[in-house]
């Protein structure tokens, strides 16, 4: 049995107490990767954004609203963990300051400045032992598979998950499976479940009993 992190969901940057820049994740696919681990024995940690999905009542479940706060969460809930899967999408900007008060309209332009947030999984990525592993997901719309492979090195992932731009707030995905040494070992279409019952038996297959599979992780 494995201890396995997932994040899941968006996170939120808010401009003011009222106001926040986020995105359309549902968590679907990450409370899927939970209900696929739970399945096969192991411990599941998610840490989600805020989310309506339910996850399984069998999985830790730390709720976040920042991408600063699910790195820093995530970060001390990997000290404990063989390995990592990074199913949520966070904002990848934040802005350079928080009104503490609600701002009011001035009919005038609002310029917005933002810098980018940390990323958890090329955090986690460069930090992991050798006995622990990572898996990114990527969603590209062009030149899909290349820009997959060159996401997976450049966060240190050992697999990667490829999955196509209507995966977003769907019931449905379809995905490409891909090894740090480039190979493809899976390709699935499916319900969420279906395919996150196929990425965790690719997990457990080629990360967590790789001389099973002939693969080194
Ligand atoms: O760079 P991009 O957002 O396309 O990468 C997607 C992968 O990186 C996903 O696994 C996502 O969970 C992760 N990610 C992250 N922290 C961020 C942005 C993305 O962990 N700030």
């Known amino acids: ?96 300051h928080v009104e503490s008060q609600k701002m009011s309209k001035t009919g005038h332009k609002l310029h917005l400045e933002l810098i980018e947030t940390p990323d958890i999984v090329a955090t986690l990525g460069a930090a992991k032992s050798r006995s622990q592993w990572v898996v990114g997901f990527a969603l590209e719309t062009e030149d899909i598979r290349f820009r997959a492979i060159v996401k997976m090195s450049r966060k240190c992932c050992d697999m990667i998950v490829s999955n196509s731009a209507d995966a977003m707030n769907s019931e449905s995905n379809s995905v490409e499976v891909i090894l740090k040494d480039g190979e493809i070992v899976g390709q699935f279409q499916g319900t969420k479940q279906q395919v996150a019952h196929d990425i965790m038996g690719l997990i457990q297959l080629h990360l967590m009993d790789p001389s099973q599979s002939g693969t080194a992780s």
Request: with cysteine; net charge negative; glycine share 8%.
């Open 1 to 96: 049995m494995a201890r396995i992190l997932i994040t899941s969901g968006p996170t939120r940057q808010y401009l003011d107490p009222v106001r926040y820049l986020t995105n359309a994740s549902s968590g679907r696919m990450g409370a899927a990767l939970a209900e696929a681990a739970l399945r096969r024995g192991h411990e599941v940690v998610v840490i989600s954004g805020p989310v309506s999905v339910d996850y399984p009542a069998a999985a830790k479940v730390i709720q976040v609203v920042t991408t600063t706060e699910m790195l820093e969460v995530t970060s001390h809930e990997f000290q404990a963990a063989d390995g990592l899967i990074g199913a949520a999408a966070p904002c990848d900007y934040m802005p350079t």
